[in-house]
DNA sequence: CCCACTATTGACACCGGTATCATTAAGGGT
DNA sequence: ACCCTTAATGATACCGGTGTCAATAGTGGG
């Protein structure tokens, strides 16, 4: 198949170079531009922008080292135009913590480098009224390439299914499986607190109390669940009447917290199911001028920044949060691929970090 | 100028509906739909989505009812490339606090809200070599409708000149004001460390620490030249020895922090320049042993959650980074408008938050 | 009643790409 | 030498808007 070809002749070099000294910096090069300088026709130019097969090999070396030297760049619109489709992932959001959502986000940017497309961040209120409708706009209009959704939003299968109607990509992150593989990253919630509960069995602790995120969150109940199957485990157990409604706020960790030393029997050992919440027991604590661990151990999930900024720090589940950011640009963009038996994983496991906020029990 | 138009007579409303009846959810409708519905040109059509003057009252009337009756939404990609600018807005941020970022991200999007424009987040390394070429490369290919810029990127002239010659609208949020007064929103950090020193000198101290930012930033030196100022109104200043070079953040906290014992004479208070040193400094003290206020009383500044979250919670001087966003994201839409006398405020003001980590000096 | 003038509108090219389908040329078989 | 197949490429329409400029139709003045 080696068609000796007049093409590789030309230089196209020299060319690049007469078009650079022209028109330096006037405005920039189009595919008409690269198109006359290679003496082929747009078409052409597309292919082998685009990696199509069935391009002569000088004719597209040729062209590549054109575009190479007039720093010819696509406009994503205009091909975002044509393709019906734009070069930009939606990050879809109502998760209220921003330590979580910027470490996402920095993580689908670390997917995303270099790859042309750009972020588009979509706070929304999945309890609003207008929550399925603006979302529906916002990928419509925007074409959206891909959509990451994070919870409680990747939880909601009528958003799934708009998605899907729409014909958008989208990877969805939460705790356990909702959807066909491809389309999930899945946390482990459950893993994470077993970790938690086993720490806290293993230090001798024998009374617990949780303090539960929000209902509406599938991470709340999954994280009681691993915690209960840890205590289980060592025989141990969660009294019903020792597990108190939060909302993943630092507030509901501040007032549970200060009627954690209410209970009856006291707990030795608190499971917070965040971090935000653990912080907010211990300074309950604090504030009643008891010391963690002493009185009891607490335990948080997430592992932020906060975890470390409080004293004592926080032991608590360390959730590969940017990781899995990038995890799912990655996957997102292997949409387009028929072959996505290349796929990476699709799961992340927590762990647990020892901290001082847990120890012994008291005698 | 009331000229009857035969116009008028059509019913729009019935021709929106037996459109929607016919094509029900098949497809967005295009301007050629709404064309062909109201009779006209496109181009008139084009009219009327950008307000443009110079057209008949009943014709506009006519076409914007049947523009909502079918739900158009002109396609902001194919306007962008016609229009040769997007509708997107670029942030671009090198500021490693992810609270800051968040409430700035926070604050644009609030100002965006319902203006169809969205936000497209860019990080960057203003110390990396491809910092300038990424970001021309961003802000070109994108062909970005204004970008908003956050310390410290804020506070690079290249940038700035950039900018200007790609004709992008821009805003930068700074503690001073480094360009013409549209394209700036000043945060005025000199008033607010100012009202720390006040704060501690009414409280009494006279024996005072700062930990300082990272030199690169121009917050760095407002803060403290207003800090310095502050005492001075009251005859007291800042001994050069006790300046501890930090870097924003917490871990440098951590360690100048306890070097602060090591002072000589001991300081009885200590501003950081952010909240996460501040943060450290309040380990360091617990670390050893030490609380805060007793033995010497932490400022802190930003008042992001941090400052809630640690025991004792944070005096710090609070600067309304969300609300800056806002304002940002507003006043980049007024770059388009030739009155732009109508401009919002485009400066804030800081102030003192008063919590437990600040009291009278030791005797 | 004619004319310059203004308000309103549309035809057509264009923004910078991609899709479809036709065309051309080279290679293989007989 | 002739026909068929495949590889390579281009002509043209099209994606959904906007800009330019010409065309049309009332309006007020002389």
Tied chains: 1, 2.
């Excluded at 391009?55 to 019906?84: C, S, W």
């Excluded at 916002?138 to 998605?163: H, M």
């Excluded at 990509?169 to 491809?182: F, K, M």
């Amino acid at each position: 198949m080696v068609r000796k070809s007049k093409k590789s002749d030309i230089d196209y070099v020299s060319i690049a170079q007469a078009w650079n000294a022209t028109h330096a910096g006037q405005r920039k090069p189009t595919i008409n531009d690269v198109a006359s300088l290679a003496g082929v026709s747009k078409k052409t130019v597309s292919r082998v922008i685009n990696d199509s097969p069935s391009v002569n090999e000088d004719t597209r070396n040729g062209i590549k080292e054109i575009i190479r030297r007039v720093g010819y760049r696509p406009d994503p619109q205009a091909r975002g135009l044509a393709f019906k489709r734009s070069f930009l992932v939606g990050l879809i959001y109502d998760n209220p913590n921003p330590q979580y959502i910027v470490n996402m986000q920095q993580g689908i940017l670390d997917g995303l480098h270099g790859t042309g497309f750009e972020l588009v961040v979509h706070p929304c209120e999945r309890n609003g009224e207008t929550f399925l409708d603006d979302a529906r706009q916002f990928i419509e209009l925007q074409k959206l390439y891909g959509v990451i959704l994070t919870p409680s939003v990747s939880e909601d299968e009528n958003l799934a299914e708009i998605l899907r109607e729409l014909g958008c990509a989208y990877i969805r992150i939460a705790s356990i499986a909702l959807d066909t593989e491809r389309r999930m990253i899945v946390t482990n919630d459950r893993i994470g607190s077993k970790a938690a509960a086993h720490h806290l069995a293993e230090l001798g602790h024998t009374r617990f109390a949780l303090i539960s995120g929000r209902r509406s969150f599938r991470s709340t109940h999954e994280r009681r669940y691993g915690f209960e199957e840890g205590l289980a485990e060592f025989g141990l157990e969660l009294a019903p009447s020792h597990v108190l409604q939060g909302d993943y706020t630092f507030e509901s960790g501040l007032m549970r917290g200060a009627e954690l030393l209410d209970l009856d029997p006291l707990p030795t050992a608190v499971f917070a199911e965040n971090d935000e919440m653990a912080a907010g027991v211990l300074q309950a604590l604090q504030v009643a001028g008891q010391n963690a661990p002493q009185i009891m151990s607490v335990v948080g999930y997430d592992d932020f920044e906060v975890a470390t900024r409080i004293w004592p720090r926080l032991t608590t589940v360390h959730s590969p949060t940017r990781e899995i950011g990038k995890l799912a640009a990655q996957r997102l963009q292997e949409f387009g691929v028929e072959d996505n038996t290349s796929a990476g994983p699709n799961q992340t496991t927590p762990y647990l970090v020892e901290r001082e906020s847990t120890g012994r029990p008291p005698d």
